[in-house]
Antibody, heavy 120, light 108 residues
Framework: EVQLVQSGAELKKPGESLKISCKAS????????IAWVRQMPGKGLTWMGI????????KYSPSFQGQVTISADKSFSTAYLRWSSLKASDTAMYYC?????????????WGQGTLVTVSS | SYELTQPPSVSVSPGQTARITCYGD??????ASWYQQKPGQAPVLVIY???ERPSGIPERFSGSSSGTTVTLTISGVQAEDEADYYC???????????FGGGTKLTVL
């Protein structure tokens, strides 16, 4: 069974750094893209970027390029989302998801989400 | 940037058919997927490749496509189907993934 287990909720101050994680199991981690998706309070889903753990190829939404860093560690079957300097506007739920492909890309399995709250 | 457009809300009575549309210029060339999200829960894939249902998704969920518009149809709507629904597509590389703004389905 495919499982994506995300790290726990975080409460941080503006300007602090943060790295959240998404641990995968039940499939070959290196052969599927992993996506990160933001959901701000009361709002819709926004794609942030994707990483291919096999070779660490990474692609970002223009809205998030330079704002976050997406990475993956094959040794731990874990993907990461990192901020170097958080802002209050980063307050949101963040989901990781494994991409599937069948003539088109879709987000087949989702993590439970990590709530990030940034407040002074 | 590429966008997918959904109506903000759809309302139906139990047992009726709900249709949720999603418009995008690239949809004639890209398959769409649909996700259901209930309050406090992660999204769940309900339709992929335009019309395919993952295992465990009830048969009352179906997808269709016509040109620049894709449609999620829920036949015989049940109270438990009340949720937010999102369409999604991506290019072939993939270089980008895009979501629609979401549609809140209310079961009256």
């Amino acid at each position: 069974e495919v499982q994506l287990v995300q790290s726990g909720a975080e409460l941080k101050k503006p300007g602090e750094s943060l790295k959240i994680s998404c641990k995968a199991s039940g499939y070959t981690f290196t052969t599927y893209w992993i996506a990160w998706v933001r959901q701000m309070p009361g709002k819709g889903l926004t794609w942030m970027g994707i990483v291919y753990p096999g070779d660490s190829d990474t692609k970002y939404s223009p809205s998030f390029q330079g704002q976050v860093t997406i990475s993956a560690d094959k040794s731990f079957s874990t993907a990461y989302l990192r901020w170097s300097s958080l802002k209050a506007s980063d307050t949101a739920m963040y989901y990781c998801a494994r991409l599937g492909y069948n003539s088109g890309w879709y987000l087949a399995s989702w993590g439970q989400g990590t709530l990030v709250t940034v407040s002074s | 940037s590429y966008e997918l457009t959904q109506p903000p809300s759809v309302s139906v009575s139990p047992g009726q058919t709900a249709r949720i549309t999603c418009y995008g210029d690239a949809l004639p060339n890209q398959y769409a997927s649909w996700y259901q999200q209930k309050p406090g829960q992660a999204p769940v894939l309900v339709i992929y490749k335009g019309t395919e249902r993952p295992s465990g998704i009830p048969e009352r969920f179906s997808g269709s496509s016509s040109g620049t518009t894709v449609t999620l149809t829920i036949s015989g709507v049940q109270a438990e189907d009340e949720a937010d629904y999102y369409c999604q597509s991506a290019d072939s590389s993939p270089t980008y993934v895009v979501f629609g703004g979401g549609t809140k389905l209310t079961v009256l």
